[in-house]
């Protein structure tokens, strides 16, 4: 839990690596708590969800970078294509939708 929150204090300079980072560590925190359920369901059940919610939270923004990520590779793959800048409205709504 504690490196999904060093993550997730990285996504504030770097969302493309923190926040898919940190969504990554949520999944192993789920999966140990499926792990060891049957020491303690009501606890592991109630961690879990809170742990999906708060993956859900970060998915909208984590979905925004790679789409900016991909914008990006796009205008660099495709310089004469995209020279007009007709991809820079799509991309500056994308960087208003990681935050």
Do not use: M, W
Not at 8 to 13: F, G, Q
Not at 22 to 29: A, G, I, P, T, Y
Request: aromatic content about 4%; proline content about 4%; glycine content about 8%.
């Amino acid at each position: 839990i504690g490196r999904a929150l060093a993550h997730l204090e990285t996504a504030r300079d770097k969302p493309e690596q923190g926040l898919h980072k940190c969504r990554k560590r949520l999944k192993s925190v789920r999966a140990l708590l499926r792990l060891v359920r049957s020491g303690d369901e009501p606890f592991c059940q109630t961690e879990n969800e809170c742990y999906k919610q708060v993956s859900a939270l970060l998915a909208g923004p984590r979905e925004a970078t790679a789409l900016v990520e991909t914008v990006d590779r796009l205008a660099n793959a495709f310089p004469e294509q995209s020279a007009g800048g007709g991809l820079d409205a799509v991309r500056d709504r994308l960087v208003l939708r990681q935050h």
